[in-house]
């Protein structure tokens, strides 16, 4: 295709079936991690149980984390190699792998360091997290919807 000035238009880039597998497995897994350890994080706040079991609840949430931030790192290594003709995807994808970590980070703040004032930053910031990535899985549909 040219323009009127005769210059040839670049072709809108493929995303090729592999990496839009790829992207929605990856994506799928960090929500469902990311789901899971929604559920662990309701019973660190609960009053009521004995120290043990907030203990334990906070380890298992904290180690959900590990595979979130994997998922995530993943997705968006595919994202950024793989789908470049979503840009937005891409950026977003980057956005979240870096909303993980800092989301670790507060976490290990609060129960490592004892700075439970974070812990308002650190529940908002949860919820950001959950919204970008079911966005991401929703573009994900999308995305093989729009390249099959």
Same mark, same amino acid.
Request: net charge positive; glycine share 6%; hydrophobic share 55%.
């Given at each position: 295709?040219?323009?009127?000035?005769?210059?040839?238009?670049?072709?809108?880039?493929?995303?090729?079936?592999?990496?839009?597998?790829?992207?929605?497995?990856?994506?799928?897994?960090?929500?469902?991690?990311?789901?899971?350890?929604?559920?662990?994080?309701?019973?660190?706040?609960?009053?009521?149980?004995?120290?043990?079991?907030?203990?334990?609840? $906070?380890?298992? +949430?904290?180690? *959900? #984390?590990?595979? =979130?931030?994997?998922? !995530?790192?993943?997705?968006? &290594?595919?994202?950024? /190699?793989?789908?470049?003709?979503?840009?937005?995807?891409?950026?977003?994808?980057?956005?979240?792998?870096?909303?993980?970590?800092?989301?670790?980070?507060?976490?290990?703040?609060?129960?490592?360091?004892?700075?439970?004032?974070? $812990?308002?930053? +650190?529940?908002? *910031? #949860?919820?950001? =997290?959950?919204?970008? !990535?079911?966005?991401?899985? &929703?573009?994900?549909? /999308?995305?093989?919807?729009?390249?099959?």
């Amino acid at each position: 295709m040219t323009t009127s000035a005769s210059r040839p238009v670049p072709a809108r880039p493929a995303v090729t079936p592999s990496a839009r597998r790829a992207y929605a497995i990856l994506t799928g897994l960090t929500v469902l991690f990311i789901f899971l350890q929604s559920i662990t994080a309701g019973n660190l706040i609960e009053d009521g149980i004995p120290d043990s079991a907030k203990q334990t609840w $906070t380890d298992i +949430h904290g180690a *959900l #984390a590990y595979p =979130i931030m994997l998922f !995530a790192l993943l997705s968006a &290594v595919v994202a950024v /190699r793989s789908l470049a003709a979503a840009s937005r995807v891409r950026a977003f994808a980057v956005i979240l792998f870096v909303a993980t970590v800092v989301q670790w980070l507060s976490g290990h703040a609060i129960s490592g360091l004892g700075m439970d004032w974070i $812990t308002p930053y +650190h529940v908002v *910031l #949860a919820f950001v =997290i959950y919204g970008l !990535a079911v966005w991401l899985s &929703v573009q994900s549909a /999308r995305l093989r919807r729009d390249f099959a």
